[in-house]
Nanobody
Framework: QVQLEESGGGLVQPGGSLTLSCVVS????????MGWYRQRPEQGRELIAE???????FYAEILRGRSTISRVNAKKMVYLQLSNLTPEDTDVYLC????????????WGPGTQVTVSS
């Protein structure tokens, strides 16, 4: 059974930085695009960034310049570095991945809470 699990969330002070990790577990045939989103109470899930198998990255406007996405294919992991965080960045952060098992399907992790507060 394929699962995604995020880690690295927690409490951080305004202006601080954080690195989130996400690992894919289970038997997979291939992993294509991997991405990070945040869950907003009213707006729903917002794309932060996504990265292709070749490392090519796309950043949405919301955290552009304050986020860096990376991945290690051999470890089936994707990372998100966040910097200069503000209280408005407090959210649940989720990763997803386009994974080939018997067919291509997008899988989601349960999310990790990031709280920015002094």
């Amino acid at each position: 059974q394929v699962q995604l699990e995020e880690s690295g969330g927690g409490l951080v002070q305004p202006g601080g930085s954080l690195t989130l990790s996400c690992v894919v577990s289970g038997s997979v045939g291939d992993i294509n695009t991997m991405g990070w989103y945040r869950q907003r109470p009213e707006q729903g899930r917002e794309l932060i960034a996504e990265i292709g198998r070749d490392g090519s990255a796309f950043y949405a406007e919301i955290l552009r310049g304050r986020s860096t996405i990376s991945r290690v294919n051999a470890k089936k992991m994707v990372y998100l570095q966040l910097s200069n965080l503000t209280p408005e960045d407090t959210d649940v952060y989720l990763c997803n991945a386009d994974i080939l098992v018997q067919r291509w399907k997008v899988y989601w992790g349960p999310g990790t809470q990031v709280t920015v507060s002094s």
